[in-house]
């Protein structure tokens, strides 16, 4: 290959200053990820499409330029390229190598990994051989980046889960400042409430997709479904060569019965699937990120994977953007606002349902429980506090009870009411 294919990817090794034109805004939230550049552990980034991982990639390198590195020791390479279709990494490696930088220390960028077959096997050796490289990659597929690597990277590499913007990162891209302080003693400006309010209406609606956000309203939607149909081409029909249709349907009813429970009987009736096909479809939009699936909480495992699963969505934009909505769905758009970023924070996520329901319960790591439930309104219906009464009363570990509302704070009894706005900015 020759080396011109990656100038274009890797402007700075003539302009350093052009790097301010791709980092993007920082994320606090992913501080951890960007100082991985400094371990000589491969640092693996994965999440859904357009979530900002080569942002993030950008990130690094801005932070290691701006440390004094030789712009000419950092190499990034975008293998989705149609340039670098022939070209093996063994190959774009060497002539790298060769023309720009013989014996020193290599910053190595590769996004989109998984276009490359047989990349898990090339990083690990050159891992093992010691060469003098930092390897930093990404992928859109959480089976190449989980399944496949599991056994060949093995305590080789540090890896991170990137998401659409967080409701406090939405807020942080507007330029609203606020502190948490404030936030925790309850002191905020009426306008910046007011400001706080209007803005978790534009999140709930258009979700958190960083380049979505400083578009008008009708690209908003126009951006939204194109991501979709690249998340359903790129990352699963390409790969497992299957019927864009079929994978199409399973996705569209899965948007348009988010938050609820499913079962492959209802699938199959609707859309006239088999249970394998739809097991399968449901794998592939689930290691595409589109998708969480939630099971019932139980200590049974047996009665864990019996009972049906809830559905949820990668982020709220790209479900309005192609579902059939009968109404403005507020009170979905908020309990799956919740359950992503229950996910952000790392939690483990079930749902309850007895007599009554509880829409998550999380596992602490003192293996207390919090049970969780949303609805967004301030005219609290009794069936919300009595099935997290209830659930406490038959899961002694309960350590917290949190109804989610609109904008309603206080303690009743046990439970502690949480305005949603309040409760993802904390």
Known sequence: ??????????????????????????????????????????????????????????????????????????????????????????????????????????????????????????????????????????????????????????????????????????????????KESNLQKGILLLETKRSILINLEEYMHFGGFPEVLPKDKDFKLKILEQYFDDILYKDIADRYELNIQKIKDIALYFMTNFTSLYSLRNIRNSLNLSYDTIKDYINYCREAFIFFVIDHFSYSYKEQKTTPSKIYCIDNGLRNAVSFRFSKDEGKLAENIVCIELKRRNKNIYYWKDKTEVDFITKNKDNSLTAINITFTDDIEKREIKALNEFKKQHSKTKELILITKDLEKIEGEIKFIPLWKWLLI
């Open 1 to 178: 290959m020759e080396i011109e294919k990656l100038n274009e990817w890797n402007s700075w090794w003539e302009n350093v200053s052009y790097i301010e034109k791709l980092k993007g805004i920082d994320r606090p939230d992913y501080k951890t990820l960007i100082d991985s550049i400094k371990i000589k552990e491969v640092t693996i980034i994965t999440g859904v499409r357009r979530s900002g991982k080569s942002t993030l990639m950008y990130q690094m390198i801005s932070n290691l330029l701006k440390d004094g590195v030789d712009p000419k020791h950092i190499l990034f390479v975008n293998l989705e390229d149609r340039k670098l279709t022939k070209d093996n990494l063994e190959d774009i490696y060497n002539i790298y190598r060769e023309k720009l930088n013989q014996k020193n220390k290599a910053y190595i960028f590769l996004d989109e990994i998984h276009r490359k077959e047989g990349w898990e096997s090339w990083i690990r050796k050159k891992y093992d051989l010691k060469t003098n490289d930092k390897f930093i990659i990404s992928g859109s597929c959480s089976y190449l980046l989980k399944k496949e690597y599991s056994t060949l990277l093995t305590g080789r590499n540090l890896t991170f889960e990137i998401f659409p913007l967080s409701f406090k990162e939405f807020i942080i891209f507007k330029n609203l400042d606020i």
